[in-house]
């Protein structure tokens, strides 16, 4: 299994620890491109069109000046890093054992800034999403994409790919035609009727990932099983779950979370 995570908007600044070291983060082969976006990321940072160019309103201002120090900043595990709806439901930065080395394992994180990191990799926060046009760089999607195929490829082949990313990062990344690749969507039914809505989507995410880790039994090997897994939620906080048909054309199938209004 290979499941993908979108990154969090929201960073929580490591309070202390080494800057990043690239050359130590998952999948080293990433770190020229790492290199040459960390670089724009600085240097656009420093100008006075920075928040511009990154998409950044007034009230994120301090996450672009900070992303000019990015070199110097405390770094630490990106389980932690990373906040919000979806990693607080999943709470990747309190698992212990065999969950934790779960994580470890099958989650990827994709990122604009990183390309794809593990859990335990130590990273800072910054501030970066894959929509950006990058002065130097030019399109993050595109510019991963190349680099991001061999890595990804490798660690999702002959298992599930479970993708939990929104629609701008899957541009950085698809698998390749014939995997067996499950996007999971979600949806709220109130009162008979089904809706699609932001905050539930990603708290829904956030649950299955945790359950896919701590879970006694092991991680799904294909769709089917993944289903089973994922149905074991309607006991709790989920009305129902479906897994669509396949996809032609290597899309993927989808996996629909319902939950309760």
Known sequence: MLLLLPPSEGKTPPPSGRPVELSILSAPEL???????LDALIATSGRPEGPSVLGVGPGAVSDVERNVHL???PAGRAASVYSGVL??????????GGARERAARHVRIVSALWGAVGPEDAIPAYRLSMGVDLPGVGPLARAWRVALAPVLDAAASGGVVVDCRSAGYVAAWRPARGADWVSVRVLRELDGARSVVSHHAKHARGLLTRHLLTRDSRVPADADELLVAARELTAGPLLDVEL???VPRGGPRTLTLVVRG
């Open 31 to 37: 770190s020229a491109t790492r290199r040459q976006v």
């Open 71 to 73: 070199r110097a900043a």
């Open 87 to 96: 990693y607080g439901a999943a709470g990747l930065g309190d698992l212990t």
């Open 244 to 246: 669509g048909p396949a």
